[in-house]
């Protein structure tokens, strides 16, 4: 079992930056691809960016590309993403996802758990 806590959404500024962070439990975690999906009011969950168990690899959606970094740090069991030159469009609860394999999905329902999601607000 591993439990996903994500920390780091609030309220900023278009064109601000944010940084998320997930803790995972567990001793496996460098053996799981990461992923990062959001999901805003009235839409699906979609796909922001993953990272495979090294952190040698990563994948970002189109809308996310060179403005959103993700990253890891398995000796601190935990992924982060770090988001800049943020846009209203980009308000959404952020849900960190764990997937018992090493390389990454962006299928959401290629994810074997979930945090519960950090809220990120972005005003105009």
């Known amino acids: 079992q591993v439990q996903l806590v994500e920390s780091g959404g609030g309220l900023v500024q278009a064109g601000g930056s944010l940084r998320l962070s997930c803790a995972a439990s567990?001793?496996?975690?460098?053996?799981?691809?990461m992923g990062w999906f959001r999901q805003a009011p009235g839409k699906e969950r979609e796909f922001v960016a993953a990272?495979?168990?090294?952190?040698?690899?990563?994948y970002y959606a189109d809308s996310v590309k060179g403005r959103f970094t993700i990253s890891r740090d398995n000796a601190k069991n935990t992924v982060y993403l770090q988001m800049n030159s943020l846009k209203p469009e980009d308000t959404a609860v952020y849900y960190c996802?764990?997937?018992?394999?090493?390389?990454?999905?962006?299928?959401?329902?290629?994810?074997?758990?979930w945090g519960q999601g950090t809220q990120v607000t972005v005003s105009s």
């Open positions: 996802a764990a997937r018992t394999r090493t390389v990454y999905s962006s299928n959401p329902g290629g994810y074997d758990y």
């Open positions: 990272i495979n168990w090294s952190g040698g690899s990563t």
């Open positions: 567990g001793r496996t975690f460098s053996n799981y691809a």
